[in-house]
């Protein structure tokens, strides 16, 4: 809402050239976050039948819809404090998709001294059928200054499906059981969320 009232008011005053760069840039999508372990739904983190070890290795994943156009991007095992706050959001800036995995302490329930794994999973809609270049950025508030940046470059969605490894080194035991192993709550499906309507 404040995207919209921002682009409205400049709109009003005629200003053509801030105009143009809130045209430029979307409203984020928002992502999915799993419980300590893991989704319990392979599906949900884009795994495939055969997959190796879930505690094996964090796995950047994407899937493409042809028919409805949307880009699931899943990042699985990725390892953080199991004491927080997650999320995860997706911002477009011009040809660019920005991920960003957010972790930060939370007033409630502060850090504690054990480590766990978790997903993070997001569709983004309207992707167009060719190459689209991704920058997955990790902002852990209370550890380090800014985002620190993960993993950059191009997705040929043309190709239906991908991954890329972001860190071959096994999680520790107590780290991760996979999820498999671990009762978790039920998560709601990972919808497609539309862009807002530009009034």
Known sequence: MKYMGVCGALATVGSLLA?????EAEPAQVGLVSEAGGFVEPE??????????????????WRYDHSSGALKIADSRLLLNCCGQRAMHVDRIDSIYEITERDEPDAANPRCDS?????????????????????????????????????QGEIDVRKSAGEVVLDRAAAPGEACS???????????????QQPLAVQ
């Open 19 to 23: 105009l143009s760069a809130c045209l």
């Open 44 to 61: 949900r983190r884009l795994a495939s039948e055969g997959e190796g070890s879930y505690c094996g290795a964090e796995v950047l994943r």
């Open 115 to 151: 480590v766990c794994a978790f997903d993070f999973a997001v569709a983004i809609p309207e992707v167009a059928q060719r190459k689209v270049y991704v920058r997955l950025l990790r902002d852990v508030v209370d550890a380090q200054g800014s985002a620190e940046l993960v993993w």
């Open 178 to 192: 996979g999820p498999s192993q671990q009762p978790l709550a039920v998560q709601q499906p990972l919808a497609v």
